[in-house]
Each structure stands twice: as structure tokens, then as C-alpha cells.
């Protein structure tokens, strides 16, 4: 009887029991935050791109439609980029800022993680502004 009680044959099993749970929920919740901060940095730079688009092609008469074309196309592996362009003086473009700003809804996988956000959707945004040229 003494000896059953000494036996740690199963000590590794109970102690990965333990563990596993915590290293699964911590390697699910970097995964999520690299695709989150993956696609801010895209929205980031498609946003740049395209105010950088709008300020130096703000005479053509189709910028606007050129200015969202071409920020989903610098983000082509986000679908659904939500692409806005104003420009701060819409009498006369030359004489005022180009502002893009672009919103994009990140879906959350692992239910652990969407448990608690409070929410299955992280809408990442960025917005650029620049001079027009």
C-alpha cells in the first residue's frame, strides 16, 4: 500500500494536463494579435498609398474612384477594405488636403480569445493626410 502511494508514474501526465491548456490559449492569442497587427500595418500602408495617389493625381477627373482602386489593390489580400477619400477643399483640390481613410474588419478564430474581447470582429483603421501637390 505504501508504495502505491510513493509511485509518481503519472506525476508528467497531471502536470501537462495542467499546462497544455495555458500554452494553447497563449500560442491561439499571439496567432490572433499577428493577424491583427498584420493587417493594421496593410490598412496603414494602403491608406498612405492612396493619399499619396490622391495628392499627386488630384486634377484627373476620376481620383477618386483611381484613389480606392488603388489602395485595395497595394492590400490586395484584405477583402472588404472600407476606402474613403475627401479632399478638405472640394471647389478647388489644388488648394487643400487629400485625406483616405480605410477601415477593414479583422475576424477572431479562436473562441477563447473572441470570449474575451466581447466581440468576433476587430475593425482595424488607419487614416493618412497630405499635402496636395
Same mark, same amino acid.
Given at each position: ?27 491561439f ?26 495628392? %499627386? ?5 476620376? /481620383?477618386?474612384?483611381? !484613389?480606392?482602386s488603388?489602395?485595395?489593390? =497595394?492590400? #490586395?489580400v ?27 474588419? %479583422? ?5 477563447? /480569445?473572441?470570449?474575451? !474581447? ?5 475593425? =482595424?483603421? #488607419? ?7
Open positions: 500500500m505504501k508504495r502505491m502511494y510513493k509511485s509518481e508514474k503519472g506525476q508528467a501526465l497531471v502536470e501537462m494536463a495542467i499546462i497544455l491548456p495555458i500554452l494553447l490559449l497563449l500560442l492569442s499571439i496567432i490572433e494579435f499577428g493577424w491583427v497587427f498584420g493587417a493594421q500595418l496593410l490598412v496603414t500602408h494602403a491608406s498612405r498609398e492612396g493619399a499619396r495617389y490622391g495628392a %499627386v493625381h488630384s486634377s484627373d477627373a476620376t /481620383v477618386l474612384t483611381d !484613389i480606392t488603388r489602395s485595395q489593390a =497595394v492590400a #490586395s484584405l477583402t472588404g477594405l472600407g476606402v474613403s477619400p475627401t479632399y478638405t477643399n472640394s471647389g478647388n483640390r489644388r488648394q487643400g488636403d487629400i485625406i483616405v481613410t480605410i477601415t477593414y474588419p %479583422v475576424n477572431i478564430i479562436t473562441p477563447v /480569445v473572441r470570449a474575451i !474581447i466581447g466581440s468576433s470582429v476587430v475593425t =482595424v483603421q #488607419s487614416s493618412c493626410q497630405m499635402k496636395v501637390e
